[in-house]
């Protein structure tokens, strides 16, 4: 653990070096570097005198100060920066001790007539990245729009899989951060945090912003108090695209396919209901027990599998005569794409036994429909305002049919599941952000967002039918009332934020900085659902039944009692959960350069935390309260030792949290095909302490070479766990008193070959993490803690962290070629890799389960052919590996899910007026 007296000890080091080391500074220049027609700081620029040796570079608010031995007279300033003109400037001393001096630097590739390129594209270059992660105190990750577009990543989600130590679940939504998953990660839009989608998670699915939207992703693997202290693995923060420029209007036109749907292109199933828009308005019928009136059918539909997307984007910026601007940009796009996959999947006992043995087909189709509005209003250097809107519509229907073994039900082989999930989705954000430089030493950052969210699943449906033995012919199934049903599910969430930051220069030469602030969160979620289960009598159950028409059996004329019944889960009451989050923390900063080469950033942070559920639910019906209240105190510490002009040395520490979600501490019961999961209200938070060392060294403006070592340790953390009952229910427990994770990640950017005077380039980018991840498990602290009701028998006393893999690798080779100043073409190979990683951990004698790791290779190809037509090709998963988990097992290792993604070409057409 941590001892965070060492933190006094390191302050009381900082400031004796600072002591020895302080001596007069009385002469030297200080400035702030502006783009000029955005009047946007830029952090990076490289600032020189000219003709000596004395340099620096300017700080995330663009500023920099450089002290100088004595007056000279005349000096010339240098500023350069990729992507701009360099910029000279000449300055005297002789009448002063420090000048100040004002830079502004134009765009390299347009004028100030006509802009071809917006000014914030080039802030977001790869070049330009690493020129601020170089110069910032902070230890922060970025990838932006320029190598998304060059790895052809489509969303925010697939972007996180390329950065070092971040990997992402097939199939699934979920990040996970050096080994960590959901519940130890935190996601912000802007520096604002936003609500979760899907009640079984913490955070939004990232796949719900596509890079049209998306100017960088950032990823913060050390904590500073700035962010929320509910963080372990990592904060991701999104920050949406803006425009500064003449005018622009960009179409774009798209298709894919996928290999496994073409091989079923005349046989691809969906349920009625879903639209292909993603739009749907239908939900918990009238009267549902009186009498058969769901609106949807049964009967499987037939669609065929057409791809395509559309996008329509625009900018516009407006100039006015007391020198203030307006910038405005908006985003409108569709994208619809189907999947379907074939394999097996199984549930075995602790011995190997079958328990339900499948061989599985899913159908699947997803739309994602977005709107963003950006509104930017630069009053002058000092002020500036910005709006941004942000509505997402996102669908996601299945159609799964399970056929095989089924214990106790169809144990001939002949059990048929049919299983249609259709979910939808809509986001609205709502933000509105200021920065203020009141002084020469004060400026104010602040922030207020509101945000709404409702997630719907209209009508799910789950019908069993097998072969009987004796009748020999496919009749309905059912051992619980459960196993044929209809269900409905709502969520609602609100959530309000405000942050607010005040910084204080300190000394004449931009010495350092004091900051105070605020970040309030109040939240509030309403979660329903209601299940409507067929309950088949026997003269039902002898029903000859035609698995593509339910609908002759299950209807208004065949509701009877002698045929089937419908019973809700408690009558036509839903089960119900509110949650309420308030959380108000205050927090103060300090940065100082302490010598030439060493800064030290040290913060603390406090948080006033309440949660509150209020459950109304089939295990307590009586309206149970659950509230939670803990205060925090977190302290953090960051330092930046500059090794020389190309490298530095970082050191960061941590104290944080992690919270329990709302429906994990209430006690709900949710019903999956093979598992059911129960809320526990004796969960509670676990303590972090982040330890990090990072150096890094920068060999060009497009080069980079970092090595980190990381290491965590989580009191009390928490898992998702089968509990010791005879229906293997699963529950979130604080399985032990401590876990650990450490390791090491490298990144590397590098260019190969530059040929044809720089219009030629071969570059190599790669990363790779190797991590280990360890757990206590302690069945009699979960039932000191927990009660019998919760009682557990774990397999083994120790395990890694689910969603860990022990190695992950991404690696690129790009090239591209320049001509003619408008035309160029750029083609990237791409190869990702993740070792096996834990699903979940063994019960009862089961072993664990566990997914084989697999490799992913990608081709990407982009062709500029003038400054207004543009097309892209894409071929990804070209190795079309098996996605595979198996079982531990004395006997072996067990394969309990396997199938193929299929291998999927796109093709885009973009045309810019």
Same mark, same amino acid.
Request: charge should be negative; glycine fraction near 8%; proline fraction near 3%.
């Given at each position: ?5 060492? @933190? ?356 699947? @189709? ?110 309905? =199934? ?18 309000? =934020? ?5 910084? @204080? ?51 208004? @004329? ?316 894409? =071929? ?38």
């Amino acid at each position: 653990m941590i001892k965070f007296s060492y @933190y006094v000890a390191l302050v009381v080091a900082l400031v004796a070096i600072q002591v020895v080391s302080a001596k007069a500074q009385q002469f030297g220049v200080k400035g702030k570097v502006l783009d000029i027609e955005t009047y946007q700081p830029i952090s990076g620029v490289s600032i020189k005198i000219a003709n000596t040796q004395y340099a620096t570079s300017t700080d995330n608010a663009g500023e920099f100060s450089i002290t100088l031995p004595e007056k000279q007279g005349e000096y010339t300033l240098v500023s350069t920066f990729v992507g701009y003109n360099t910029d000279s400037t000449a300055f005297s001393l002789e009448q002063k001790e420090w000048e100040f001096v004002p830079v502004v630097l134009v765009n390299a590739n347009s004028t100030l007539e006509e802009v071809v390129i917006t000014r914030r594209r080039e802030h977001i270059s790869e070049a330009a990245l690493l020129a601020e992660r170089k110069a910032s105190n902070l230890m922060v990750e970025k990838i932006g729009a320029q190598e998304l577009s060059r790895k052809g990543v489509g969303d925010a989600a697939s972007a996180l899989a390329k950065m070092s130590g971040v990997s992402r679940i097939e199939g699934t939504s979920q990040v996970y951060v050096r080994g960590l998953g959901d519940r130890y990660n935190t996601t912000s839009l802007n520096g604002l945090p936003i609500p979760s989608n899907d009640p079984e998670r913490k955070n939004i699915d990232l796949d719900l912003f596509t890079t049209d939207i998306v100017e960088y992703v950032a990823v913060d693997k050390v904590y500073s108090n700035y962010m929320s202290g509910d963080f372990a693995g990592g904060n991701v923060d999104i920050a949406s695209k803006r425009y500064s420029g003449d005018g622009m209007l960009e179409v774009t036109l798209g298709s894919n396919m996928n290999t496994n749907v073409l091989g079923q292109w005349d046989n691809f199933y969906l349920q009625q209901g879903p639209t292909r828009s993603g739009f749907v308005n239908y939900g918990v019928p009238n009267d549902p027990l009186g009498g058969y009136n769901f609106q949807n059918s049964l009967n499987p539909k037939k669609q065929t599998p057409l791809f395509g997307n559309i996008g329509l984007r625009g900018g516009k910026s407006f100039s006015f005569f007391d020198g203030s601007r307006l910038n405005l940009f908006a985003v409108a796009n569709f994208t619809g794409d189907y999947n379907y996959r074939e394999g097996v999947n199984r549930q075995l006992s602790s011995g190997g036994e079958q328990l339900k043995d499948f061989d599985q087909i899913r159908y699947e @189709y997803t739309t994602n429909s977005t709107g963003m509005f950006n509104a930017e209003y630069v009053l002058n250097p000092s002020h500036r305002f910005s709006y941004n809107f942000l509505f997402v519509n996102s669908s996601d229907q299945s159609a799964d049919h399970y056929y095989g073994f089924i214990r106790d039900m169809a144990e001939n082989g002949s059990g048929m599941v049919q299983r249609n999930t259709f979910r939808q989705t809509k986001l609205f954000v709502n933000q509105l952000l200021g920065n203020h430089v009141l002084t020469e030493k004060i400026d104010v950052d602040w922030g207020i967002s509101y945000n709404n969210v409702v997630s719907r699943m209209p009508d799910r449906t789950q019908n069993i039918t097998r072969i009987d033995d004796q009748l020999e012919y496919r009749v309905l =199934a059912q051992n619980q009332q459960a196993d044929n049903h209809h269900y409905f599910q709502d969520l609602t969430e609100n959530e309000v =934020a405000f942050n607010v930051a005040a910084h @204080y220069k300190l000394g004449d030469d931009n010495q350092g900085r004091i900051s105070l602030g605020y970040n309030g969160k109040i939240k509030d979620r309403d979660f329903e659902d209601i299940q409507f289960n067929f309950n088949i009598k026997e003269p039902g159950r002898q029903w000859e039944i035609n698995p593509n028409n339910l609908d002759a059996f299950f209807n208004p @004329y065949n509701f009877h009692p002698d045929l089937f019944e419908i019973h809700g889960f408690r009558s036509t009451l839903p089960q119900t959960y509110e949650g309420k989050q308030n959380i108000h923390a205050v927090f103060a900063n300090g940065e100082y350069k302490l010598t030439d080469k060493l800064t030290g950033m040290l913060g603390l942070r406090y948080e006033n935390i309440m949660q509150s559920i209020h459950y109304s639910t089939v295990l307590a019906d009586s309206g149970t309260p659950n509230t939670f209240k803990r205060n925090s105190f977190l302290p953090n510490i960051i330092l930046k030792y500059e090794l020389d002009e190309k490298q530095n040395l970082r050191f960061g520490a941590s104290k944080t949290y992690t919270m329990p979600q709302f429906k994990e501490r209430a006690r709900f019961e949710y019903m999956d095909v093979t598992e059911t999961r129960i809320g526990n209200p004796d969960l509670y938070a676990s303590e972090d302490y982040n330890l990090d060392i990072k150096w890094e060294m920068f060999p060009r403006s497009s080069e980079l070479l970092s090595v980190t070592a990381f290491g965590k340790y989580i009191k009390d953390p928490m898992n998702q766990v089968t509990l010791a009952s005879s229906s293997n229910d699963v529950s979130y427990l604080n399985t032990g008193d401590y876990g650990t994770v450490y390791g090491v990640e490298i990144e590397v950017k590098k260019d190969l070959f530059s040929f044809d005077n720089g219009d030629s380039k071969l570059s190599v980018g790669g990363n790779a993490a190797y991590m280990k991840t360890d757990q206590e498990l302690d069945a009699d602290k979960v039932r000191k803690e927990n009660g019998s009701a919760y009682n557990v028998s774990l397999t083994h006393d120790q395990a890694s962290f689910t969603g860990a893999s022990d190695f992950l690798m991404n690696a690129d080779l790009s090239y591209i070629k320049k001509w003619n100043n408008e035309s160029d073409i750029m083609a990237t190979v791409l190869y990702n890799h993740f070792s096996d990683r834990l699903y979940s951990l063994g019960s009862q004698g089961r072993g664990n389960q566990l997914d084989k790791g697999v490799g992913t290779l990608d081709f990407i190809l982009k062709y500029k052919i003038n400054r207004h037509f543009g097309v892209d090709l894409g =071929a990804r998963n070209l190795l079309d590996p098996t996605y595979e988990r198996f079982q531990e097992s004395a006997n072996g290792p067990l394969t309990v899910l396997s199938y193929k993604r299929g291998v999927r070409f796109s093709l885009g057409v973009k045309y810019i007026l």
